[in-house]
C-alpha cells in the first residue's frame, strides 16, 4: 500500500517497524494524528484511509500490550507456586535456601544481625501411626500457619521437608532469635489440631544459630540442626 506520492514505504513495514517499538515508547491512548511523529508520517499523510489503518495499528498495539501483561502476570504467579512447599502455605526447601543465602550476603555487605530457627515435630511418626496421614498433614499445616501468624512480613518461613521447619529472623541477634524460638514453641504447642474426630497434641524442638556473614546456607542450617537435636535430647531426658 502506497501513502502518497512521496512516499515508497509500504504500510506493512511502518505497522511492523511500529509494533516493534511498541514495547520500547508510551504511545498511550491518543488518537492517529498523535502518533504522526512516533511513525514517521506528516500530517499531509494523514489520509482518512490512513487513520483508519492506524487505529487497526494502534488497537493492535494496546492488544498486545494486554497479552504481554497478562504473561507478565501469569509468569509471576507460577514463580510463586514454584517457590511454595506442596502441603504448607510456606516456601519449600530450595526457595528457604535462597533466601538465607541473601540474608548472608547481606548480613556480610551491610553487617546486620540476622538468626536461623530451625523446628522439627517430636514423634511426628507416632502421630501417622495414631492418627492416620491426613491428621499428619493437618499437623504440618497447622506449624506453618501458626509459624507465619508470629513472625514478622520481613521474616522467612520455610518447611525444609518431612516434618522439619525454618525460620529466617531478620535483625535479630541471637538472644533475641532464642527468645522467640522459644515463643513460636509455646504457641505452637498451646492448641492441639482438629482433624476429624481427632485432636492431634503438637510437640516441638527448636535450635537456634545466627546466620554468619556469607555463610553458606547449608552450613548454617546444619548448625542450627545440630543445636535443634541437642534440645530435643534434652526434652527427652
Known amino acids: 500500500m502506497k501513502i502518497s506520492g512521496a512516499r515508497t ?6 505497522r ?4 516493534t517499538q511498541a514495547g520500547a515508547q508510551a504511545t498511550g491512548r491518543s488518537g492517529p494524528a498523535d502518533k504522526a511523529g512516533f511513525l514517521g508520517l506528516t500530517e499531509a499523510e494523514l ?3 490512513v487513520q483508519g ?9 494496546d492488544d498486545l500490550r494486554g497479552e504481554v501483561g497478562r504473561l507478565k502476570a501469569q509468569l509471576t504467579e507460577v514463580e510463586g507456586l514454584a517457590d511454595r512447599d ?8 530450595r526457595a528457604f535456601m535462597r533466601e538465607l543465602g541473601r540474608v548472608a550476603t547481606f548480613a556480610a555487605r551491610y553487617g546486620a544481625p540476622a538468626s536461623l530457627v530451625y523446628l522439627d515435630l517430636d514423634g511426628f511418626k507416632s502421630v501417622n501411626d495414631r492418627f492416620g496421614h491426613a491428621a499428619g498433614d493437618a499437623a504440618l499445616r497447622a506449624v506453618a ?9 520481613s521474616d522467612v518461613v ?3 521437608g518431612g516434618d522439619e521447619f525454618a525460620v529466617i529472623l531478620v535483625q535479630a541477634d541471637l538472644e533475641t532469635a532464642r527468645a522467640k524460638a522459644d515463643s513460636l514453641v509455646a504457641v505452637i504447642e498451646r492448641e492441639p489440631v482438629q482433624c476429624g474426630d481427632w485432636s492431634v497434641p503438637l510437640h ?13 546456607p547449608e552450613v548454617a542450617l546444619a548448625e542450627a540442626d545440630a543445636t535443634m537435636f541437642v534440645r530435643k535430647r534434652e526434652r527427652r531426658a
Open 9 to 14: 514505504e509500504p504500510f506493512s513495514a511502518i
Open 16 to 19: 511492523r517497524r511500529a509494533l
Open 47 to 49: 489520509t482518512p484511509s
Open 53 to 61: 489503518a492506524l487505529k487497526t495499528l494502534l488497537a493492535e498495539i
Open 86 to 93: 506442596v502441603l504448607a502455605p510456606v516456601l519449600n526447601r
Open 145 to 153: 500457619e501458626r509459624l507465619t501468624a508470629n513472625v514478622r512480613e
Open 158 to 160: 520455610g518447611r525444609l
Open 204 to 216: 516441638l524442638s527448636a535450635g537456634v544459630r545466627l546466620i554468619e556473614p556469607g555463610a553458606d
